[in-house]
């Protein structure tokens, strides 16, 4: 009897640790990526932003060698990264990978990056700022999210 009820208590014990984890696994997303990118540009031409969990890693890059990539993280709190990763990953994933003409005529280009933690990855690539319905509210605190991200 008593082996019964310690066995109880430590599979109850370890379904209590995993659901505490700080892997924050919202909507069956695992990781958002997004960023923002000028084709003709100098200086820093790519931005990019990563959200897995509660954590942001910002990267800011040049098409040019001589510039050195720029990488940093911090936290956000919990309410923000489950606004960012309530998209609906089925509607996002019948998205086609790219919208209009990014870039074109050095106008940019914007993308949103899902990552499901059953390792499927979709990309989907639009004109800068004119993203598609489905993606305004989610764009939007992702832009929000971007502009901290400081480079020199």
């Known amino acids: 009897m008593k082996s019964k009820f310690y066995q109880t208590f430590v599979i109850l014990l370890l379904?209590?640790?995993s659901a505490c984890s700080n892997e924050l696994v919202y909507n069956n997303i695992a990781r958002i990526n997004y960023g923002t990118s000028f084709g003709e540009c100098v200086?820093?031409?790519?931005?990019?932003?990563?959200?897995?969990?509660?954590?942001?890693?910002?990267s800011c890059s040049s098409w040019y060698p001589a510039i050195n990539t720029v990488i940093t993280t911090s936290k956000i709190n919990k309410s923000l990264a489950d606004s960012i990763?309530?998209?609906?990953p089925d509607s996002f994933f019948?998205?086609?990978?790219?919208?209009?003409?990014?870039?074109c005529a050095d106008g940019g280009a914007?993308?949103?990056?899902?990552?499901?933690?059953?390792?499927e990855i979709h990309k989907v690539t639009f004109d800068y700022y004119k993203e598609p319905d489905l993606?305004?509210?989610?764009?939007?605190?992702?832009?929000?999210?971007?502009s901290k991200n400081e480079c020199k």
Do not use: M
């Not at 990763?85 to 609906?88: E, Q, V």
């Not at 019948?94 to 870039?103: A, H, Q, S, T, V």
């Open 135 to 146: 993606l305004k509210n989610y764009i939007e605190n992702l832009r929000k999210l971007l």
């Open 43 to 58: 200086g820093y031409c790519r931005r990019d932003v990563t959200v897995k969990s509660v954590q942001v890693t910002y």
């Open 15 to 17: 379904v209590f640790l």
């Open 110 to 119: 914007e993308w949103l990056e899902l990552e499901l933690v059953s390792g």
């Open 94 to 103: 019948k998205l086609p990978e790219f919208i209009g003409c990014p870039d």
């Open 85 to 88: 990763k309530s998209i609906h």
